[in-house]
Every structure is written in C-alpha cells, then in structure tokens.
C-alpha cells in the first residue's frame, strides 16, 4: 500500500477520535498527494478498509498452515485484533453505514476484496461455483461477527471468540453434512 494512502488513512481515523463521519470535511484531509484518489468520502472508507487489509496481510505474513477452519478463525480474529486498536472510530463508522445503506451499497465490492483476501489467507479455494458459494458464506459470517464484536465490551474479545468458534463449528458441520 502506497505511504500515502496508509497516511490518508491514519488521518481519517485520527480525526475519527474526536469527529462523527458525517462532520469530516474531504478539505480536512485532501491534499496534493492525495486528492487523485481522493474524490469523495466514501473514498475515505474504502482506503480504510484496504490500510485494515493491509495491516491484516502484514500481520498475517507468517500465519501457521493448518485447516481451513482453524486458519479461518487465525484470520478474523486477527481482523478484529487490527478493528479493536481502532474501535471508537469502527463504531463510529457503523453507526454512520447502519443510518446510510446507500453508502454499504458502494463499499460492497471493497468488502468483497476483503472477504477474498481472508479466504485465501486462511488456504480457502475461491474459485469456481464452490469458491463463489464459500465467499457469501465468509461474507455472511464476518458481517455477523462484526455485530457481536461490535457489542463485545470485553478486553479479550471473549464473547466474540466463542460466537466465532461457534458458527464456524455449525458451518463446519453444515458442509460435512453435505
């Protein structure tokens, strides 16, 4: 990820401290270096969710192989780990997409960048009709662990680590079952 979209974006969530979304001015952020790819603010979003992905393949460069399901989890729960250290600015940021659905529209095909990303992190095929099928999946699943860890006030992420676990067990034994 090119410095100046890493810097974009830490100033986005710098600002995101003290700021709701809704209040940030693009004047605030956009400068020369920055004002090609920098048009509207949902362009904001989106250079956050690729400086998370990011931070995620970084933190992920030496991820152990093991099984799908258990890289799985390695892999969103070291999502949640890098959303956690921003966690006042991500609530910020889904309260304001919860009030705006227009706007979760747009950012669709970044998350879905996302969700590849984690799959193939976590050794998932994602090609073919069967990759497409396990992308919704991830998709569905990651969007139902951001709702618990979005209401998980605790400092280990327990609640979240158990809901994860938990589906990833049901979806495990839903795809043997098949």
């Known amino acids: 990820m090119e410095k100046n979209k890493i810097s974009v974006a830490k100033k ?3 600002i995101l401290e003290n700021q709701s979304f809704e209040s940030i001015k693009l004047t605030t952020i956009i400068n020369k270096n920055n004002s090609e790819f920098i048009k509207k ?4 979003l989106v250079n956050i969710n690729n400086f998370f992905d990011y931070l995620l393949k970084e933190d992920l460069k030496t991820l152990e192989k093991s099984n799908s399901k258990d890289m799985l989890f390695e892999v969103l729960m070291a999502r949640l780990d890098i ?3 921003y966690r006042l600015q991500i609530k910020k940021l889904i309260n304001y ?4 659905p227009q706007e979760v529209l747009k950012l669709i095909p970044s998350f879905l960048e996302t969700i590849i990303l984690m799959a193939t992190l976590a050794n998932i095929d994602v090609n073919g009709i069967k990759g497409g099928t396990k992308i919704k ?11 618990t ?12 680590m158990t809901t994860l676990d938990k589906y ?3 979806i495990n034994k839903f795809a043997n079952y098949l």
């Open 149 to 160: 860890w979005n209401n998980d006030e605790t400092v280990s992420l327990e609640k979240t």
């Open 83 to 85: 959303l956690n250290k």
């Open 12 to 14: 986005t969530l710098k």
């Open 137 to 147: 999946g991830i998709f569905i699943l990651y969007l139902l662990i951001i709702f």
């Open 97 to 100: 997409l919860l009030s705006k």
């Open 41 to 44: 603010k949902i362009d904001l």
């Open 168 to 170: 990833l067990s049901s």
